[in-house]
Nanobody, 113 residues
Framework: QVQLVESGGGSVQAGDSLGLSCANSGGTFLLHGMGWFRQVPGKEREFVAAIAANGGTKYLADSVKGRFTISRDYAKNTVYLQMNSLKPEDTAVYYC??????WGQGTQVTVSS
């Protein structure tokens, strides 16, 4: 059974960096694309970043290009989101995603101006 456990959220100042991790227990990590979405109250969940099953292709939302990086570690069954130059508008609950439709519990990221 797939279980996604996120960690690394917190409160930072604008311009700071923060890293998120998502460990996948169970399932077939190697066969699945993974990614991150985020959601603020009253808005739909929005795509942030994704990485293909083989790690060869990465996708980033325009709003985070040049600031966020996604990567995965096959030995640890973990996907990472490194967030640099954070902005207040990055404040949201960040959800780990495993294709096709598995989700983590979410971790709060708060960026203060």
């Amino acid at each position: 059974q797939v279980q996604l456990v996120e960690s690394g959220g917190g409160s930072v100042q604008a311009g700071d960096s923060l890293g998120l991790s998502c460990a996948n227990s169970g399932g077939t990590f190697l066969l699945h694309g993974m990614g991150w979405f985020r959601q603020v109250p009253g808005k739909e969940r929005e795509f942030v970043a994704a990485i293909a099953a083989n790690g060869g292709t990465k996708y980033l939302a325009d709003s985070v290009k040049g600031r966020f990086t996604i990567s995965r570690d096959y030995a640890k069954n973990t996907v990472y989101l490194q967030m640099n130059s954070l902005k207040p508008e990055d404040t949201a609950v960040y959800y780990c995603w495993l294709t096709p439709n598995y989700w983590g519990q979410g971790t709060q990221v708060t960026v203060s101006s």
